[in-house]
């Protein structure tokens, strides 16, 4: 490792892809910097991190994307970020590169940064278990630490030789209502007497127009049987405007909530979610939900021939049964969804059994603390 010279401002590179990943990149910025606050920290960031004592070089909005399909349509903005980050390591030689999960744009990353002798700790890291395990030799000669989110995680890496530390889950620390059920709804204009269904459909353009649609036609079939009402939770890199628009081609009224995301998915009764990391957030919020996802067909045929997991929703992998239920693809359509709520709403016991199972998982994903473990990693890689 390359130790910073004496007296030297260190500094550090932090570069992350998309809406979760911003979050933790804004834990782990405040954590290095109660450790050290004259770090120079500087990398790609979304509206967490800019908040902070961070350079933004690329904004993490324009790196969005889905699937390989979907990813090709957005080569524009991420070559450029690439070239961009390539040149910074170039020119202001960090002490330490921290990448946090989007796989396809670090570990290139990580390459050039190990080229030039700069050490790189990946944070969230990719998920070879699941799918392309030939990424683990990648991993092997570009990685100098990992930094693991699961228990699982830790044992199977260390079978290829490669340094990873279990550091808990991040969520664990900022997935907290801080308001009771009356005010959070009170917030966005709705009636805390009434079953309230919180939208969570996605933290990315395509999947809000993959997703929303079915979503929509789904709250009007449930609607017209039933007094219940919605609210759209709204990702950090969507834009209001687009959302708004997908929302106003339905017939309901359905208010968007910007802040206090975790306010209003404690509140709802049900939750309607992308897959994603917004499921393990419902999850450690006790949330019954159902799982969705949708995206090209092309990278759906892909994904089927490279993913080794039985389920695709994070809560279901983590438990190692279908606690909750998926519908991927052409298994997503408005009838289904509907179907699923039923159940949640009206059987006390189907709901009462998802709760009790989504505590366990709770109870997987180990103590608090996560940012400040990588934090203290970070900091003894450059000391």
Request: proline share 5%; net charge positive.
């Amino acid at each position: 490792m390359r130790a910073a010279a004496a007296g030297a401002r260190r500094r550090i590179m932090v570069v992350v892809g998309e809406a979760s990943g911003d979050l933790l990149g804004a834990e782990l910025v405040r954590a290095l910097l109660r450790r050290d606050p004259n770090l120079e920290l500087f990398g790609v960031a979304g509206e967490q991190m800019e908040r902070l004592e961070f350079e933004p070089l690329f904004s993490v909005a324009r790196l969005t994307g889905m699937g390989l399909v979907e990813l090709a349509g957005n080569a524009a903005n991420i070559w450029r970020a690439f070239r961009l980050l390539k040149r910074v390591l170039r020119e202001r030689k960090p002490d330490l590169v921290v990448l946090i999960d989007f796989p396809e744009f670090n570990l290139r990353l990580a390459r050039s940064a190990k080229r030039l002798r700069i050490p790189v700790l990946y944070y969230v890291s990719p998920q070879v278990w699941a799918w392309r395990r030939g990424r683990v030799r990648q991993i092997a000669e570009r990685v100098d630490r990992l930094a693991v989110i699961f228990p699982f995680e830790a044992g199977f890496y260390e079978g290829f030789g490669i340094k990873a530390v279990f550091v808990g889950h991040p969520l664990l620390d900022v997935v907290k209502a801080d308001a009771d059920r009356e005010t959070a709804l009170r917030r966005v204009g709705l009636d805390a007497s009434r079953p309230t269904i919180a939208l969570l459909p996605g933290s990315r353009r395509k999947e809000l127009a993959y997703h929303l649609p079915r979503l929509l036609r789904a709250a009007e079939i449930l609607s017209s049987e039933r007094r219940v009402q919605f609210v759209c939770v709204k990702a950090p890199t969507v834009e209001r405007a687009e959302l708004e628009r997908l929302l106003g081609r339905g017939r309901l009224r359905v208010p968007i909530a910007g802040e206090g995301r975790y306010d209003i998915i404690h509140a709802a009764d049900v939750v309607w979610t992308a897959s994603g990391t917004a499921t393990l957030e419902s999850a450690l919020l006790l949330k019954p939900m159902v799982v969705v996802y949708r995206l090209a067909w092309p990278s759906y045929w892909l994904a089927r021939l490279l993913v080794r997991v039985e389920h695709i929703a994070m809560v279901n992998i983590i438990a190692g049964e279908a606690i909750v239920p998926e519908l991927i693809q052409s298994d997503f359509q408005p009838e289904a969804v509907v179907r699923e709520t039923r159940a949640l709403l009206d059987e006390p016991s189907v709901r009462q059994r998802m709760i009790a199972k989504l505590g366990a998982v709770k109870e997987k994903l180990g103590a608090g603390g996560a940012a400040a473990r990588v934090a203290d990693l970070a900091v003894s890689m450059i000391a």
